[in-house]
Every structure is written in C-alpha cells, then in structure tokens.
C-alpha cells in the first residue's frame, strides 16, 4: 500500500508544475503593466519603477519562473498586491468556511444519491426509478444561485427556519452546522443529482454480473448481496463521479457564497478580481488547483481501496 | 470510382439516423424539444413580440407585482420583466451556442489529430488538456473574462476554452478504435491523404459523440453563462442577461421576490430543457442500450 500511494503522490508532481506553468503563463499574457495598474495612469515613472522592483517585475521571465515555482512548491504564493498582506494567511483564514461548504456538500450528495441510486436500480422501470431519473434531471439542471435564491425565499425569508446571513462562528459546531444547512443543500443537489444516476446504472450493471447470481445461489441474503457484492463493485464509477464533482463543487462554491453571504474562497476571488489583485489571483488559481489535484490523488487511493487489482498494477 | 467509395464509406451515418427516430419517440427528449423551441422562438422573435421596450424606465411603476399590465412584473427601474427576459434570452443563447460550436469544432480537432497521429504526441496533448480540466469551469471562466473584459466575444472565448478539454476527450477515444477498422486501411491503400481519411472516413463516426456531447454541454454553457452574469462578470447592463436580472432581483428580494424568480425559471427551464434532449439524445446512441 505504502509504495502505492508513494506511486500516486509522485505522480502528482509534475501535473501540479504544469499547472503553475499554466498560471504563470495566463496572468503574464495579460495585458497592461500590473505596477501601472495598481498605481494609476497618474504615478511617476519613479513610482512605477520602484513598485515594479518590488513586485519582481524587473527580473527576467525565467527568474521570475524559477522563483514563483519554487516558492509556490513550499506553499508560499508573496502578499497581495493591495492589501500587502500574506496570500496564505488570507486564503487561510476563510479556508475552513470552504472546506466546510464543500465537504457537507459531498456528504449530502453521497448520503441522498447512493441510496436513491439503488433504490432506483432495484425497481427499473417502476414508479420509484421513473420519479429518480425526473427529479434528477431537474436537480442537475439548477444553477447553484437559482437553487440558492429558491432556498433562501421558502426556508429563510417564508418559514424564518434558517438565518438569511450565513456566516458562522467556527468554534460553536451548533451554529456551523446550523448555517451551513440552506447552502450545503443548494451547492449538493446537482451532486446528489449526478450520483443518483451514475449509482443507478452502476447498480443495474453490477447486479447483472455472475457473481451475484453465484451469491444469490448459495444463499446470501439480499439485503447483503445488494450493499456488499453489488454496491462494492458499483463505487468505481460513483467515486470518480464524486471526485470529479467535487472539483465542480469548489467552483460553484463561490456562487453559494455570494447567495447566502459567506466568507471564503469564493468572496476572496470576487474581490481579488475587482481589485484587479494579480498576485492574489495567481495565487487562488494555484490553491484551487492543488484542491483539485489533491482530491484527483485521494479519488486514485479509493480506486486501490476498493479494487484490489488497481494497485497491483 | 463509386464502387471504391462505398467500400470506403463508414458505416454510422444510418445508425445515427435510427439513433434520432428513437430519441424522437422518447417522451422526455419530446418534451425537452418543446421547452427549447418555445424559449428560443421568445428569444428569436422578441423584438417582434417583446410587450415593452427592455430598456424603457417607467418611474411611475418600479416594482410592480405581475399584473395585466405586466405580466411578470417590473424591475426597480420599472421596466418590464417579460421583455427582458426574452432579450435576455438572445444573450443566454448567443454566447452559449457560440462557445460550444467552438469548443466542439477545437477540441474535437484536437482530439481527432492527437487519437489519429497517438504515441507521445497524443500523451502530449491529453497531459494538456488534463490540466486544462484541472481548473475549475467556473473559476477559470471567471478569471479569463476579469483579465479579458466583460464583453460577450469574451464571454464566448471563456466559456468556450472550459469545455475544449471534454470534447477533445470525447472525440480522441472512437478516433483510437477508428483508426485501427477495415475502411480506414482500405482508404489509405488507395492512396487517400491522411487528411481526407481523417476529415471524410472518421469524422463523420465520430460526429454522433461530439453532437451528443455538444448538446449536454450547451445546458452546461447557460448555466456558467448564467453564473458569470450573476457575479458581475456578464454583458454589462443595462442589456439584460437572465444572470445579471436573477442578481438584481437578488438585491431586492424583500421587496419583490418575483424580481429573482423569474429570470431563475428561464434559466432553470432552458437547461432542464436541454438536459432533457441531451439525455434522450445520449441513450439513443447508447450502444449498451441500443439493442433494448
């Protein structure tokens, strides 16, 4: 196990350099002087100068290369060009709302998908798998803001169930879970959704193997054949659905932030972008993509985890 | 030189053909159709049919309730929800149709070259568009159309170059299997260029694929279209997009709910309404389902 992983993790280096290479490049076709954009057409040259010094700007391409890889490698992305403030300490502070948001988001999806998935499956064609595809479909259609709006209008405005403000105080679980419930739901439903659905033809595909026939006749019972031999055999496809939804999670994050006024990534982004803040943005897209790469390495593990063959490879 | 052709001719185009009589007899793709037809003929013809001018300010009724008069209502400009929507509509659907039609016609070539040509110049490009996939959509559209400037052609490249990386994906994996039949061989035997057996022998297998991806992709489009919009990041106002209305309503919804509800369903309807064609599209060409 400890060489798979070892494996894995290697392998996750040079897609996290190309990955900064592609950053490194985006922000630097960008056009305009980011010392003259901060500063204003009115600044002196002086002033320019100096700010371009400052920012590395003088330097030649390659060093300017060398030195955001290696530093961004050890976790360091500089400070931001406005506040003047340390990208990590920002980014780290509103971190855990993210996480947060994300995380119960993936729960919630796995928790109303996979069973609705299989119950779907075990009734092809019934009532309860035609109501699975169609309310499925509709949840898959909702723009996270739109979900968000609808949520915020019947459980927050109408009922008064859920604060309209949703940001919490981190140390009191109560009120984090509270808060967090309105946009967990909004953010998960296309989650829950898409794996509705891959966890039904999953379903229907494993449960149409040899093997849980040869269980079935040596008497395992249903229930039992349905949740280990079935399920088991069906996680491949749900796990890459949810490491690939998680990704799509991160990014519409930023939506239910703006929604239900929550602080994290998503904020920071908005404001870094109307501030112009490259090196803030430079540094999100990187965080971002580490998320992502992170999330791509765990969903590699669980293929090991649960096909035994993958890490034999 | 007839016989050679139809020895040479691929084989899909009639399976394609029984492909969207199926997906005709489906009701979900029927009803898909319809709510696509319906939105796109509002948003075609709102000029024509557009009660109110989208831009026109009536202090005298800002934040009206859907009446008579208006049917959905007015903004806190006191202009009229309705015709908005259907303007807003033609945004939705330009850059949404544009995008894809180019991230289909980029990615599928790129996926169609580097399957074709393979070994390490296809690992190049498949490492590329991996990391191409590894940015969020949303975020890297954000981020492009901030540097760019909120203009719909920047709209249009930014959600277009989320979704190259897909297509190239989708249109790499049959070009593999392709390259390798019968008729591609008896092609090249003949002497065709790579070119002609690429563009006239493969391409129209793997079209099927790519128009199946292209319509599930166009749901996905409206709806960072619909995001970006709602950021901030859409077609400046006052054109109206149904993102930039569903924001504005956003800001009043103590007032006037319906401000955020309406533009909300557009939205909501027309990527249920494409989901729907897509999926009934995607299980009709479905060869694991085509036989039941």
Known sequence: MTGFVLRRLLAAVPTLIAVLTLVFIIVRIVPGDPALVILGDQATPEAIAALRTRLGLDRSLWAQYFSFITSALVGDFGVSMVTGRSIMAEVGAVLPHTIDLTLASMIFGIVIGVPVGIWAALHRNGVVDVAARVLSLLGLSFPVFVSGIFLLLAFSLHWRWFPVIGSADLSDYGDRLHKLVLPTVALGLVMAAYITRVTRSAMLQSLGEDYIRTARAKGVPWRRVVWVHGLRNASIPIVTVVGLYVGILLGNSVLTEIVFNRPGLGKIIVGALNQRDYTMLQGLMVIYCFLIVVVNLITDLLYGVIDPRVKAE | ?292
């Open chain 2, 1 to 292: 030189m007839s016989t050679t052709q139809e020895l040479v001719a691929p084989p899909a185009p009639a399976g394609w053909k029984r492909a969207l009589g199926k997906a005709r007899s489906n009701p979900t793709t029927a009803v898909g159709v319809v709510i696509c037809i319906i939105i796109m003929a509002a948003a075609i013809l709102a000029p024509w049919v557009a009660p109110y001018d989208p831009a026109d300010q009536d202090i005298f009724n800002r934040l009206q309730p859907p009446s008579a008069e208006f049917w959905l209502g007015t903004d806190q400009f006191g202009r009229d929800i309705l015709s908005r929507l259907m303007w807003g509509g033609r945004i939705s659907l330009t850059v949404s149709l544009g995008a894809i039609f180019a991230a289909a016609i980029i990615g599928g070539a790129i996926g169609l070259i580097s399957g074709y040509i393979g070994g390490r110049f296809d690992l190049f490009v498949m490492q590329v568009m991996d990391v191409l996939l590894s940015f969020p959509s949303l975020i890297l559209g954000l981020i492009v159309v901030a540097l760019l400037g909120p203009e719909l052609i920047n709209l249009v490249v930014a959600i277009a170059l989320t979704a190259i990386a897909p297509f190239a994906r989708v249109a790499r994996a049959p070009t593999m299997a392709l390259k390798e039949r019968a008729f591609v061989e008896a092609g090249r035997a003949l002497g065709f260029s790579h070119t002609r057996v690429l563009f006239r022998h493969i391409l129209p297998n793997i079209m099927s694929e790519v128009m199946v991806m292209g319509t599930l992709w166009l749901a996905t489009a409206v709806r960072v279209e619909a995001s970006l919009s709602f950021i901030g990041l859409g077609v400046k106002p006052p054109t109206a997009t149904w993102g930039g209305m569903t924001r504005d309503g956003f800001e009043n919804i103590l007032d006037a709910p319906w401000l955020a509800v309406f533009p909300g369903l557009a939205i909501l309807f027309l990527v249920l309404g494409l989901n729907m064609v897509g999926d009934g599209l995607r299980d009709a060409t479905d060869p694991k389902l085509r036989n039941e």
